[in-house]
């Protein structure tokens, strides 16, 4: 949608999609070099910058370094502390390594059982279709070995710091109900943002489908921002 009206350039993460897939070091240092990379080639002086669940990590460094850069800051999904970090008991860091071993075990795995756990926290509300879709789009992604690198990077994540330094116009999107990015955790970095906004929204997909009340009130919340943020 937001295409239609827009530039909007998009890019394979590192070890993902058409991006390389062996040999690769996997951090927030090296995610963030990458995006500077697909912005110098893309030739794009100042741009509205969407950081979506844990890429809003990579958008939230990028934007401290390059501030001269960002028009505007959006984050959806994203947190201030990833499972593995925000945990305070052995039983929820028992959970995020159980994540973590049924990615290293089923992601390549013909049988979608293990990814559909993965799909279930991402979109509890898929219709079967989807649910398969997505199970088999995750699969041609990466690799299990990158798909567990990439998480085990997620959840380690702590970006409380990082936010405090934030200080181009933000805002922060976020669902009330996901399982994957806690609502206090996107309240937590709005508070964090100086000046941000906090936009809520009423749905359990950390991954809005098209079909709810949600998904359209997201794009009309990033049109209205783009509109607002000029050419």
Same mark, same amino acid.
């Given at each position: &949608?937001?295409?239609?009206? @827009?530039?909007?350039?998009?890019?394979?993460?590192?070890?993902c999609?058409?991006s390389?897939?062996?040999?690769l070091?996997f951090?927030?240092?090296?995610?963030?070099?990458?995006?500077?990379?697909?912005i110098?080639?893309?030739?794009?002086?100042?741009?509205?910058?969407?950081?979506?669940?844990?890429?809003?990590?990579i958008a &939230?460094?990028?934007?401290?370094r390059?501030p001269?850069? +960002?028009n505007?800051?959006?984050?959806y999904?994203?947190y201030?502390?990833g499972r &593995?970090a925000r945990?305070?008991?052995?039983? #929820?860091?028992?959970?995020?390594e159980?994540?973590?071993?049924?990615?290293?075990?089923?992601w390549?795995?013909?049988n979608?059982?293990?990814?559909q756990?993965y799909?279930?926290?991402? $979109?509890?509300?898929a219709?079967?279709?989807?649910?398969?879709?997505?199970?088999e789009? +995750?699969r041609?992604?990466?690799?299990p070995?990158?798909?567990t690198?990439?998480?085990? $990077?997620?959840?380690?994540l702590?970006?409380r710091?990082t936010a405090t330094? +934030?200080?181009?116009?933000? @805002?922060?999107l @976020?669902v009330?109900?996901?399982?994957?990015?806690?609502?206090?955790e996107?309240?937590?970095?709005?508070?964090? +943002?100086?000046?941000?906004?906090?936009?809520?929204?009423?749905?359990?997909? @950390?991954?809005?489908?098209?079909?709810?009340?949600?998904?359209? #009130?997201?794009? #009309?919340?990033i049109?209205?921002l783009?509109?607002?943020?000029?050419?």
């Amino acid at each position: &949608m937001l295409a239609r009206r @827009h530039t909007l350039v998009r890019y394979d993460g590192r070890g993902c999609g058409l991006s390389d897939r062996v040999d690769l070091q996997f951090s927030l240092d090296k995610a963030v070099e990458d995006l500077d990379a697909v912005i110098e080639a893309a030739q794009v002086r100042k741009f509205v910058l969407l950081g979506i669940s844990s890429g809003a990590a990579i958008a &939230m460094t990028y934007a401290i370094r390059r501030p001269e850069r +960002i028009n505007h800051l959006v984050l959806y999904g994203a947190y201030t502390r990833g499972r &593995m970090a925000r945990s305070t008991t052995p039983e #929820q860091r028992e959970d995020a390594e159980t994540q973590i071993k049924a990615i290293q075990v089923g992601w390549g795995q013909e049988n979608p059982a293990f990814r559909q756990l993965y799909t279930s926290l991402w $979109m509890p509300d898929a219709t079967v279709e989807q649910a398969r879709a997505f199970n088999e789009l +995750i699969r041609q992604s990466t690799t299990p070995a990158n798909a567990t690198k990439l998480m085990e $990077m997620a959840f380690g994540l702590d970006l409380r710091n990082t936010a405090t330094r +934030i200080r181009c116009p933000t @805002h922060v999107l @976020h669902v009330r109900d996901s399982a994957v990015a806690p609502f206090e955790e996107g309240r937590m970095l709005a508070g964090l +943002i100086s000046g941000a906004r906090f936009v809520p929204f009423e749905s359990r997909n @950390h991954l809005l489908l098209d079909n709810e009340p949600a998904f359209l #009130q997201l794009v #009309q919340e990033i049109e209205a921002l783009l509109a607002d943020a000029g050419p």
